[in-house]
């Protein structure tokens, strides 16, 4: 069955050419909407079906499958091939990317329904999620790169679907700059690669990590985890994911929380053997990890724009796969992309579902003829949503749980193991660097409990606020409705995979505490043991239960806190407290991030601090005023150089004579 | 007996001339004889080295080199009068609306 | 008969050259511009079969005594001179019609400036090289002034004809100069010299620096700008395409046979060059607002990823710099007619970026066919720009340059700015005044999709292609003709 996996790759390429070329000749094919998605869906759809059969035909003791198709680049010593590798870590990548893409697909026929440019919002998806499958299929780095840089060409496209403008150079520039600067670092490392194996192949490279000397292995692992935090959106690169929440919302869950943000974790873990060989890269990868996900987590804290909480809990996230791969759990980090994938987008699936029920009140009300505007993400505006959208909430909730990390949901098993990796890891080498980093994860663990919980409740619970906050629309919740099915469906699915997907990495210490055999429960690691160098874990059975108890006292007090907080179904009195909570607002309105008084939380106090005045400061002007910075000097350098071609001959000449005495002296000395 | 070195010299001294001359001088057309006289330096140069290694190529070139040069004073004064027609003007130093 | 022998393994060039003597007879007794045009296509046509049956089939081996190489490189060369003056003059003359200036001497002109070209891309000897770059150069000042009445094209022509004549005096000398220090002005035969004096390498030096002026590197680039920028678009197209590619087969050629001794310090003379060459283009491209202008610089940067490829100097350097060539071609021209095609609707002035502002919506063929050149120029995957690009930097790492390809790879991403820029205006930016552009004739639009296809097709599936040129260089090819 492997043999076929380029139909996998295929098909949705295929798919883009129908709706693309479809819709660019006839006018009439772009009003077939209903066909359109139905292609766009099948064509993600089948390679998902193809990818299950592989899977199901390979065995965790299966050797690689490697698809040869053709030779692609053939000069001399060099040749590049398009192959493609069917091995126990593409196939769990490609299952994630067609999986969850081919309900976003189905998602999006709901949620697009209205929109002007149909077909060319299908044929990007699916261009994108060809792109993907490259990027994770591909048996060699080029053919990653050219994967890597095809998705960010298609998330540039897609961010920029809905805007205007200004914003839109502004956002896609933003991104732009950041991930040339990540894919440039990826670029050095795969010339040191091939100027040390004399080839691009994965088999080849790992099979001759000898050939690098330790500093070779050192700057290639760091190049490459450069390149990740650009795409991966980690410190110091992560500012232009949050801006692209602009985009529509089902492109921020595939391309921005499930698929295309992952790939970096996926190159890391693909490269795990070389990354263990240099415990200092490792510990890079780790500091960055940590940092980035407690920095996201406390911004986090701060936003009301329900996109925005989930883009910097999707950092956050992100740091902490990163901070797992920094400390040898290879495995830990790919099944918290897993399971990340099933929750952050059902997550954000859900979100797009209030969005588009905002959206049609807001519609509704101007109908009436009222000129009401309000910004239908603000989730100040929202509250009491559970009465009118029972299957968005009950998912969202579900999938709240599974972040939070409260037991037995999917992510509470891949953030323990996770946290008991970092554990582990302070058992070895910069032990004490590894037991802090263990400590701010638990941390930003306990944050991201609380503000999820913190959005779930602002907006589902309570009572609907938008009549009481904004003049003229009064009795709009008559307007409110759930999502149509082609919406539902999908987050039905996602919300029950975020509630089971954990089992498939229960620890096997879970078992063999109490039975003394040696049962292997922990399906996910055996089946990826064999293509990634995971760490041992040296941790006893009493040290793993204390980890696992942290984490559910961790998990359960921000959840308690959170509801304390936030939950308004206390009548008058919980009325009261929010309106003190605005009250407050409204005296810092002009300056938004000084809500500090809204949290009464002590420990978040001073971390929020560091996040209002300082990160925001440090991401409005110092990142930015270093992007216009760069670009500025070397236009004035352009700007400079211009005027030395004066236009008249005589300058030519003489600049010509200098070349030659130039040339001369290089050649004779 | 007149050693190569002399032909050389003499040769690489008219050729510099000529270099200053192109950098120097500010009407076209005498520009364009500094140019020829640059040719004409190396042709020299050729029938030096041809002559005194009693090889013929060199000597061949240096035909070669007087039709060339002899085309490009065809186009070349061509494209001057053309300037001259559109500009009035010969003087390259006022001839700069291309730049920058 | 070796001599017909010889004329059959030479027919490319026989073809034009007699091509270009019946049109130039047809314009003396005043035949109409269409018929020229069209007895034109028809010798091109005939001479671009022969060219490909050539690059495919013809053996390696020289012609003329020792003149002139056939097979191999020779062939390649010829073969894209040949392509390029086909396209080219499909676009000129629609060009021509539509600037309502439609001289038919501009394709004698072309044919001649051909000749010129193939006779420099399959040149084994000094004196052939200097006959082949004259040939050509001389065409191509006439060329560039070919629109007399226009003040910029005419002078753009005198510019490049004072620094073209100035930079022959420097080719001479060095060709002198190497003939005295080796005693041969053949190929091979100078290659066998191993004996380094004062001569030799000055005549060395004099030689790089007269092909870093027909190829437009940093600091011999001084009259690219001005003279892409004023002389007829499709004829910019062809000079930056054609020209280039006939000169830099024979430095390459060159390199390999006559100067392998001299091949360390051409690599280090070559890599100094090569940055300066993609710095300052790049840079200077970016703060351009007149799109021909930007894209004079743009070729210039182009000349620096070549040298990268030379400066590496290996088997696959080589290789890389030929599959540019064919790469770069294609882009450029493609790139030029779509500005051409843009320009004849209006005034010259219309070149500045500003009057792009929503054109890519006007005739939305035209539009997708500049984004995809400027995509490829740009060397974003998977078009055959990118595989260009990679081939040469591949090429700079394997020969140890790593500092190159830093500086190359910096250039290069930054390049993309000012490509894209052109791309914003044509798709997201309002045009202020009301713009009406007709539609393109059938074949100009067709030549250009061609162009593209290939460009593109070349991108995703270049292994042929490159594994034929790989095939010049692999030890039974050039390296061991006598």
């Known amino acids: ?669 | 007996m007149i050693g190569i070195e002399w032909y050389l010299g003499v040769s690489a001294v008219l050729f510099i001339i000529g270099v200053i001359g192109v950098l120097t001088r500010g009407n076209a057309i005498i520009i364009f004889m500094c140019v020829e006289l640059m040719l004409s330096a190396v042709n020299i140069t050729l029938v030096a080295f041809s002559s005194f290694m009693g090889d013929v190529h060199g000597m061949i070139l240096v035909f070669f080199v007087l039709c060339v040069a002899a085309a490009e004073a065809c186009v070349g004064l061509a494209i001057i009068i053309a300037i001259f027609r559109n500009n009035i003007t010969a003087d390259i130093n006022k001839i700069n609306l291309l730049r920058w | 008969m070796e001599i017909l022998n010889d004329l059959l393994n030479y027919l490319p060039a026989a073809i034009v050259a007699v091509g270009g003597l019946v049109v130039m007879m047809m314009d003396g007794y005043k035949a109409k511009s269409r018929l020229i045009y069209q007895t034109t296509m028809f010798f091109l046509a005939g001479a671009l079969v022969i060219a490909t049956y050539d690059l495919l089939y013809q053996e390696v081996g020289t012609l003329f005594s020792d003149m002139a190489a056939s097979g191999s490189t020779a062939a390649f060369g010829t073969f894209i001179v040949v392509f390029g003056t086909f396209f080219t003059v499909i676009l000129t003359h629609d060009y021509l019609i539509g600037v309502k200036h439609n001289y038919p001497q501009v394709y004698p002109l072309l044919m001649f400036c051909t000749v010129g070209m193939i006779v420099l891309a399959t040149a084994n000897d000094l004196v052939t090289v200097f006959i082949g770059l004259e040939t050509m150069s001389i065409s191509l000042y006439a060329l560039a002034g070919i629109i007399r009445d226009k003040q910029l094209g005419v002078e753009s022509a005198l510019k490049y004809f004072i620094l073209g004549a100035f930079s022959t005096g420097f080719f001479l000398y060095g060709i002198a100069l190497l003939y005295g220090a080796t005693g041969s002005t053949n190929l091979s035969e100078i290659g066998a010299y191993t004996d380094g004096s004062m001569i030799y390498w000055g005549g060395v030096s004099m030689l790089l620096v007269a092909f870093f002026f027909k190829i437009s590197a940093v600091p011999f680039h001084m009259w690219t700008p001005d003279v892409y920028t004023g002389s007829p678009t499709t004829i910019t197209a062809y000079m930056s395409t054609a020209s280039k590619t006939a000169a830099i087969v024979a430095l390459v050629l060159i390199l390999e046979r006559a100067l392998p001794y001299a091949a360390d310090q051409i690599t280090s003379t070559m890599a100094i060059i090569a940055i300066m060459t993609m710095v300052l283009g790049n840079t200077v491209a970016m703060v351009q607002d007149n799109v021909k202008r930007m894209l004079a610089y743009s070729s210039i940067a182009h000349v620096g990823y070549l040298l990268v490829g030379l400066a590496a100097g290996t088997d696959l350097g080589f290789t890389a710099v030929l599959y540019y060539l064919l790469a770069y071609s294609l882009m450029n021209i493609g790139a030029f007619g779509v500005v051409a095609y843009y320009e004849k609707n209006h005034d010259v002035h219309f070149n500045n970026i500003e009057s792009y502002a929503g054109l890519g919506y006007k005739q939305p063929l035209m539009g997708i066919l500049l984004s995809v050149f400027l995509l490829s120029l740009a060397g974003i995957p998977p078009l055959a720009g990118f595989i260009g690009k990679y081939l040469v930097f591949a090429a700079a790492v394997e020969a140890g340059l790593i500092n190159l390809v830093i500086i190359g790879v910096l250039a290069s991403a930054a390049s993309a700015y000012f490509y894209l820029r052109v791309m914003v205006y044509l798709y997201f930016k309002e045009s202020k005044e009301p713009v009406k552009l007709m539609k393109p004739l059938r074949v100009y639009s067709f030549s250009l999709v061609v162009l593209a296809v290939l460009t593109l097709y070349f991108g995703i599936l270049p292994a042929g292609i490159t594994e034929l040129i790989a095939s010049y260089f692999s030890g039974n090819g050039l390296a061991i003709v006598p």
């Open chain 1, 1 to 669: 069955m492997a043999e076929y996996v380029w139909l996998i790759v295929l098909i949705p390429l295929i798919g883009f050419l129908i709706n693309g070329i479809g819709g660019l000749s006839s006018e009439a094919y772009r009003k077939q909407k209903t066909l359109i998605g139905t292609i766009a869906t099948i064509s993600v759809f089948i390679p998902f079906l193809i990818a299950l059969q592989i899977f199901f035909g390979m065995g965790a003791d299966s050797e690689p499958y490697v698809a040869r198709l053709f030779t692609w680049i053939e000069a001399g010593s060099f040749s590049s091939e398009v192959a493609y590798r069917v091995d126990q870590l593409s196939i769990i990548m490609a299952l994630v990317v067609t999986g969850v893409g081919a309900l976003i697909h189905l998602y999006s026929m709901g949620y697009m329904k209205d929109d002007e440019g149909y077909w060319k919002f299908f044929a990007y998806l699916n261009l994108f999620i060809f792109a993907m499958l490259n990027l994770v299929l591909g048996n060699n780095l080029i053919l990653l790169f050219l994967g890597w840089e095809g998705v960010g060409v298609c998330s540039y496209l897609l961010i920029g679907y809905w805007y205007g403008d200004m914003a839109k150079s502004d956002a896609a520039k933003k991104a732009f700059v950041f991930n040339r600067v990540g894919d440039f670092a990826f670029l050095v490392a795969m010339f040191l690669v091939f100027r040390a194996v004399g080839s691009l192949d994965f088999d080849i490279i790992l099979n001759n990590l000898s050939a690098f000397t330790p500093e070779i292995t050192f700057w290639v692992a760091v190049l490459m985890f450069i390149g990740a935090t650009g795409k991966s959106a980690q410190i110091p690169l992560f500012v232009w994911l949050p801006d692209a929440m602009a985009g529509p919302t089902p492109v921020s869950a595939l391309i921005h929380a499930a698929t295309m943000v992952t790939s970096g974790i996926y190159l890391i873990s693909r490269f795990s053997s070389m990354y263990v060989l240099t415990p200092e890269a490792m510990l890079i990868v780790a500091i960055i990890g940590g940092l980035t996900a407690i920095v996201a987590a406390t911004i986090a804290i701060t936003q009301y724009d329900i996109k925005k909480v989930l883009a910097y809990s999707t950092v956050s996230q992100l740091g902490f796969m990163f901070l797992a791969l920094g400390s040898g759990g290879f495995i830990a980090a790919m099944f918290h992309v897993v399971t990340h994938a099933f929750f952050k987008a059902c997550l954000f699936l859900g979100s797009g579902s209030v969005i588009h029920a905002m959206h049609h009140v807001e519609h509704e009300l101007e109908h009436e003829g009222k000129d009401v505007h309000f910004d239908p993400q603000d989730m100040r505006y929202m509250g009491g949503l559970k009465k009118y959208m029972p299957s968005t909430y009950w998912t969202f909730l579900l999938s709240t749980f599974a972040i939070a990390g409260i037991p037995v949901f999917s992510g509470f098993f891949s953030k323990d193991e996770i946290l008991a990796f970092v554990f582990n890891a302070g058992m070895g080498e910069y032990s004490y660097i590894y037991f802090a980093l263990w400590g701010m994860a638990v941390l930003t663990a306990f944050l991201t409990a609380y503000y999820m919980f913190r959005l779930t409740l602002t907006t589902f619970h309570g009572t609907f606020k938008l009549p009481s906050k904004v003049k003229g629309a009064e009795d709009s919740e008559k307007y409110l409705h759930e999502s149509p099915s082609t919406m539902t469906i999908p987050l039905w699915i996602l919300g029950g995979l975020a509630v089971i997907g954990g089992f498939m990495g229960v620890p096997d210490f879970f078992v063999t505490t109490f039975t003394s055999s040696d049962i292997k429960i922990n399906w996910l690691h055996a089946w990826l043991d064999g293509v990634t160098s995971d760490s041992a874990l040296v941790l006893s059975y009493g040290t793993k239960w204390i980890l696992v108890a942290i984490a559910i006292l961790i998990a359960v007090f921000a959840t308690v806190l959170a509801y304390r907080n936030y939950d308004n179904d206390k009548g008058e009195a919980s009325d009261a407290a929010l309106e003190k909570r605005f009250g407050s607002l409204y005296q810092v309105w002009s300056d938004k991030y000084k809500i500090d008084e809204i949290y009464d939380a002590s420990i978040i106090q001073p971390t929020f601090k560091l996040s209002d005045r300082v990160l925001a400061v440090f991401d409005m002007k110092i990142v930015d005023g270093f992007v216009n910075a760069v670009g500025g000097t070397v236009r004035f350098f352009g700007s400079l150089l211009r005027f030395v071609q004066t236009g008249v001959v005589q300058t030519y000449a003489l600049v010509f004579i200098i070349g030659v005495i130039l040339v001369l002296s290089l050649i004779i000395f």
